[in-house]
């Protein structure tokens, strides 16, 4: 059986309020886009995504999810029904068995849902996690009530929804535009569908408050890590002087195989060490001709990309330049907002600072400059 998941990020978020799509909010560093789409592949059980997306934003979607088993972005319409529509006749040729339909805003897919969901196929046409309601309900209009309304046998539909490919397709290509999910083509088709168990931890972000109470919920399921990174170059003449990514000036600069940025260097040690991921030399080795002289972020950039692959978040980072000269205080914002941004992270989880060794040493000779850095991240037991 081949299972292919659409994802569905087309929406807008009108409701959550803000300039951004809430499927492209940072939710513990990483967008909700991405969470998704890894929730849903977690098991295994889904062997590729077919993301659906507003038409100015394929390019941005697809470079959020690189590195994942998912097909090009395509554009959704001017409803969900329509976005489910376009993403499955973008599916036609590869013709799965099973389609799962899931809302990019959902972060979270427990454990076992998406085995509950295709189990359920194999007797039905259709298979939807659901949650019974709790709650009192009462119809109103406005801020009045006007009556209560009886609350045995309701449920609160989540995703991933799943259903027969070639069926889906056809009621798809049929009905009216207007339905609020996928099981409601089926319902109004006479075709049964069965509901597996939700789960409280399934939430659709929605409204202002959400975002946090997912990232709250998912944060103790974290481990902290920390790690730390010292280098050491040389100062030559001939050379730019290259520190925390940021060209200072000064007669020398310092020796290396690549740009030799001690700052970044140091600091792509403490997140490999931190992942228990070796040192910059073994990403990036030294005796490859395609490093010589290499702008080392670049390093930085891929040391953080390792934080995403293992679903961590960096809490901080923090970096000590050692030299006499050149003075590095009037450069640290600058710094700070280079490493800051190679990291994809607010300003304040960042830390550049220096110290001298008080003429002790080669640092205090002027004949080199040191740094040592240390993190903090957070990542999945």
């Known amino acids: 059986m081949q299972v292919v998941a659409l994802l569905m990020a087309a929406g807008r978020g009108e409701r959550l309020g803000g300039s951004e799509p809430k499927q492209f909010l940072p939710l513990l560093g990483r967008p909700v886009l991405r969470h998704a789409a890894e929730a849903l592949l977690r098991d295994g059980l889904v062997e590729a995504i077919q993301p659906v997306c507003a038409e100015g934003e394929r390019e941005r979607v697809d470079t959020v999810l690189a590195g994942l ?4 972005a395509v554009a959704g319409g001017a409803t969900r029904q329509a976005s489910v529509r376009a993403g499955l006749e973008a599916l036609e ?4 068995t099973v389609v799962l ?5 959902r972060p979270v897919v427990p454990a076992g849902t998406v085995a509950a969901v295709l189990a359920a ?6 298979a939807i996690p659901a949650q019974p309601v709790a709650d009192t309900l009462k119809a109103a ?3 009045t009530i006007l009556r209560t309304v009886p609350r045995a046998g309701l449920h609160r539909a989540q995703t991933p929804q799943g259903f027969h490919f070639p069926l889906l397709l056809s009621l798809h290509r049929m009905a009216p535009d207007g339905a609020t999910d996928d099981a409601a083509l089926l319902e109004a088709g006479g075709h049964a569908v069965r509901l597996v168990p939700g789960s409280e931890e399934n939430v659709k972000i929605t409204y202002p408050g959400d975002l946090e109470r997912v990232e709250a919920a998912m944060l103790p399921r974290l481990l902290p890590r920390v790690g730390t990174g010292f280098d050491v170059h040389r100062l030559v003449e001939g050379r730019p002087l290259i520190l925390c990514g940021v060209q200072v000036p000064h007669s020398l600069g310092l020796d290396g195989h690549s740009d030799a940025d001690v700052g970044l260097h140091a600091l792509c040690d403490a997140i490999y060490g931190a992942l228990a991921e070796g040192d910059i030399g073994r990403h990036f080795p030294p005796s490859q001709m395609q490093w010589k002289d290499a702008d080392s972020a670049a390093f930085l950039s891929h040391a953080a990309g390792r934080i995403a692959a293992r679903g961590g978040v960096l809490a901080n980072a923090d970096v000590t330049l050692i030299c006499e ?3 590095i205080t009037p450069h640290a914002p600058a710094m700070i907002a280079r490493v800051a941004s190679l990291l994809a992270v607010p300003e304040d989880r960042v830390s550049v600072k220096a ?7 080669f640092p205090g000779r002027g004949e080199g400059i040191a740094a040592q850095a240390a993190v ?3 990542v999945p037991a």
């Open 69 to 72: 088993p998912a097909l090009p």
């Open 93 to 96: 040729k590869q013709s799965p």
């Open 101 to 105: 339909v899931h809302d990019a805003a």
């Open 121 to 126: 196929l194999e007797t039905a046409r259709g």
């Open 141 to 143: 209009e406005g801020a």
């Open 325 to 327: 000269q050149p003075k």
């Open 355 to 361: 110290t001298t060794t008080e003429r002790l040493g």
């Open 376 to 378: 903090s991240l957070l």
